[in-house]
């Protein structure tokens, strides 16, 4: 079992930046991918984010690339997402994901990622 633990939401005017952080503690050997996804209210979750452990391959989802960036620190057992030029459409439950396979690149797919963490809320006011 792989847990996942987010830290870093919170509340910020539009423009703002926000850093959240994922740690993993156990059994990291399993893990390929780490992901950061969101869901807003209403709303289904989606990709925002991902980076390979082994070679930092990423990918982001189009409404937020050249804003977001996703890294992950020397040891992959810890990986952040730095939100700049934030908007209120950021506005959601940030979660972080882990996927246990090996994919050519970085998936977008909630089904390619087997662990996820409860969720941190980032909201973006106007």
């Known amino acids: 079992q792989v847990q996942l633990v987010e830290s870093g939401g919170g509340f910020v005017q539009a423009g703002g930046s926000l850093r959240l952080s994922c740690a993993t503690s156990t059994r990291t050997f399993l893990i390929y991918t780490m992901g950061w996804f969101r869901q807003a209210p209403g709303k289904e979750r989606e990709f925002v984010a991902g980076?390979?452990?082994?070679?930092?391959?990423?990918n982001y989802a189009d409404s937020v690339k050249g804003r977001f960036t996703i890294t992950k620190d020397k040891y992959a057992n810890r990986v952040y997402l730095q939100m700049n030029s934030l908007k209120p459409e950021d506005t959601a439950i940030y979660y972080c994901?882990?996927?246990?396979?090996?994919?050519?690149?970085?998936?977008?797919?909630?089904?390619?990622?087997?662990?996820w963490g409860q969720g941190t809320q980032v909201t973006v006011s106007s």
């Open positions: 980076i390979r452990r082994s070679d930092g391959d990423t």
């Open positions: 994901a882990a996927g246990t396979r090996w994919s050519t690149v970085v998936s977008l797919s909630t089904t390619s990622y087997d662990y």
